[in-house]
């Protein structure tokens, strides 16, 4: 088996890419792709091949058989299998292994002897529970419920990424809780493996990003939350707003970025399954942390009621 | 079309075909295919479709399946023209058998040429524990089938000093001289939540051809 590999099933699932027919991850492609606007930001990932391969027909030379050694080396099998040539520790996510070769060993964290090594990888021993070191000599398969995989190398850098998104990565990173509620921002020199629901895209600030369609950010100083107020303006809009009458189009919630930095999108509003970033403490000042909120000013601060309106804001709506 | 003394026993074959990678296209002429019960989604010519009672292997499979409890619900599909399979939005995979037996989850197959047999094959405990059931349809002859999987199937060669070891939810079939372990590496860590998270693994050795697919179904050993 020659790599780099055919793809074994039928068509390529992006069928817009253009046709590329010697080498599917060339380094032509790569560049073209992307342009690095400074260091220390991520590469982007590996555009999937483009449909080279026949479908395998009848008479024809069938589809593509792997083995130890014709197995990608750290680089994508298709676009939803990433294959590590393992030599030494990996980190990756709970049952996110499909299939290996080589004498490969599973651990949870958490155990003495890796103790020193998770020192430097995990910050928070509630979310390393949620993390399996991957230790010895072969090729691991890593695939997530057939979402796209991409492997993405930071250089010096920082990504901030969606709890749920991220699969695996090197020790050489350190992964650390962000500040932002159910993300992990990974800093360091290294590669990691992320999931997208279809095929990530790289933006560049400023721009406003649908909640659902982010992934993840590197580099940007400030993600913000953005309201289109502009439908609320006026009697008729805080109408609209309180009874709901007259409808909204979804879209009026964004996240916005600014600064030097790229942001990643996925191509669909689906998301994955969050994991679980582990606690932060209570403590004054840590958003999440479990402090209550501050009461609105003016005051008592109704519970808002769905279906009644928010009664409660009322007053601060109005400037009371 | 070589004409000879066995010209009588020629019969047109099945010619199985990828519509896109999510829709198995067979042309027929007048033969017939087995294929999962409610898979088809098209059909151009003239078809006949007709529910086969205990996957299509007779009486005594049948039986067989009933008390082994690798359901498999197939309906014959004969005539002429192209039908067209799917099931929902999977990956078809096609697989070439040259009188080699192919193993596979019940969930898996969805459409074989009417030369080839299905059956139940035991696979023992190492099945049970790992989720799978204690039985696997197993499909031996000469012809085309066509598995499907939740993204395509990665198909993966083991050899004598290779084995490979296959999460039991990312395991889709098996074809060649191969014999299956189950590989625990639970220890007592994993009793109190602190496993690896695969605890469950299945060996292959020997020699031969596996099938996974980038995911995983929902197995008892899956999240340990």
Redesign the interface.
Known sequence: MSYPPQ?????S?YGQQPPHPQQPYSAQQYQQSYQPTQPGIPMPPMPPAPPTAP????GGN???????HS?PVNDN??P??FSVDLNGPYYL???K?????GD????????GAIDRLLEQNFNSPLHA?DW??AEGRGRL?L????FD?NSYDLENGNLTVRSGNLLAFEPTLALKQSIIPGFLTLIGTGKFVAASNGPVHFVEPPIRVDPQALVGWADCPAPCHHYDHSYLHGVIGGIRHLTGLGGASGEEHQFEFIGAGQVLLQSSEKLMAERSVGQVDAEEGVPGGGVPQQPGHGGQQLPNIPGLGNLGDLGRRFGL | MPRGRHDRYIRPVAQFRLQGSRVLAVDMAGDSVKARNGSMVAYTGQMNFKKLTGGGDGLRGMVARRLTGEQMTVMEAKGQGTCYFADQATEVNLVRLNGEALYVEADNLLCTEATLHTGTSFTGLNGMASGNGLFTTKVEGTGWAALTSNGPAIILRVTQGTPLRVDPGAYVAHTGNLSRHLKSGAGWTTLIGEGGGEAMQVEFTGEGLVYVQPSEKATFGGDV
């Open positions: 793809q074994p099933y039928g068509q699932p479908t395998p027909q009848p069938g589809p593509v058989v792997y083995d130890a197995l099998v298709n939803y299998a996510q709970k049952g292994m499909i299939a290996y070769y490969i060993r599973f651990s949870g964290i958490g155990r529970a399996v070191v398969l695939a997530d419920r057939a995989l």
